[in-house]
């Protein structure tokens, strides 16, 4: 595909992932025009003031500020709506999604309307050994959506996403938190826009604690979110 690229980046408390993550973007988008925009809400940990610093020597970063209000799914949403690239990628900014894997998703646009990172498509791994629980929920939310949804996507849950610029246009995100990409992709694809699969390893994040809930109960209670939206969205749009 051809034309710019903006990559969302939503960031809380992130400061000793955010930078390296902006340089490995920078440098696997080489030869590509692109704009990085970090979404920053209002971290404690000062990952504003980093991106600030690094974005005063690489024009392509842009920062916008978010005081008063938070969210995964809200934070994404702002950045796509102040994107001017042509496709837009996001992703999470601990460094358990490797940046050099959004070339491949651009480029998958070529053949498709949304590319998407997936844990579970063939050559794809989950290894995130340092949250065993939020691995068995993952795969287990997912078989549920496979299930009641459709097959076509193996990985509703990813948040590694990366979509055509009349694709957000016409589907704007809703939910609380990671539900929202169940229902993104699934009323993409019910509207006929044409999902890919990028397999790619899902590594521990590099530093940091993970905005996910760590105990049992914590789990449950955002798990139950997921398996009310695939409800919902059966309901709404069918298999």
């Known amino acids: 595909m051809s034309g710019t690229l903006s990559a969302i980046l939503p960031t809380f408390d992130e400061r000793e992932n955010i930078v ?22 209002d971290s404690p940990d000062g990952t504003a003031a980093m ?33 001017q690239g042509d496709a837009v990628v996001w992703m999470d900014c601990d460094l358990s999604m490797p940046p050099e894997v959004v070339r491949a998703l651009y480029e998958a646009l070529g053949a ?6 997936s844990r579970y498509a063939p050559g794809g791994v989950d290894a995130r050994s340092d949250v065993p629980l939020h691995r068995l929920l993952s795969r287990a939310l997912n078989a ?10 193996t990985d509703y849950t990813t948040g590694f996403v990366c979509a055509r610029r009349r694709v957000v246009r016409e589907i704007r995100l809703r939910g609380e938190y990671g539900e929202y990409c169940v229902d993104f992709l699934h009323r993409a694809r019910k509207r006929g826009f044409r ?20 105990t049992a109960l914590g789990l449950l209670r955002r798990g139950w979110q997921y398996v009310r939206t695939s409800i919902r969205l059966r309901l709404e749009w069918g298999r």
């Open 112 to 117: 498709a309307d949304v590319a998407i990172g």
């Open 195 to 214: 999902i890919v699969e990028v397999p790619y390893r899902n590594t521990p994040r590099a530093h940091g604690v993970s905005k996910t809930g760590t």
């Open 144 to 153: 549920f959506a496979r299930w009641l949804l459709g097959p076509d996507v």
């Open 20 to 41: 390296p993550l902006l340089e490995r973007l920078a440098a696997t988008l080489a030869g590509v025009p692109h704009e990085l925009i970090v979404v920053d809400d």
């Open 51 to 83: 991106v600030e610093r690094f974005a005063a020597t690489h024009p392509a970063v842009h920062l916008v500020p978010r005081v008063g209000v938070r969210g995964l799914r809200s934070a994404i949403q702002e950045g796509i709506d102040r994107s």
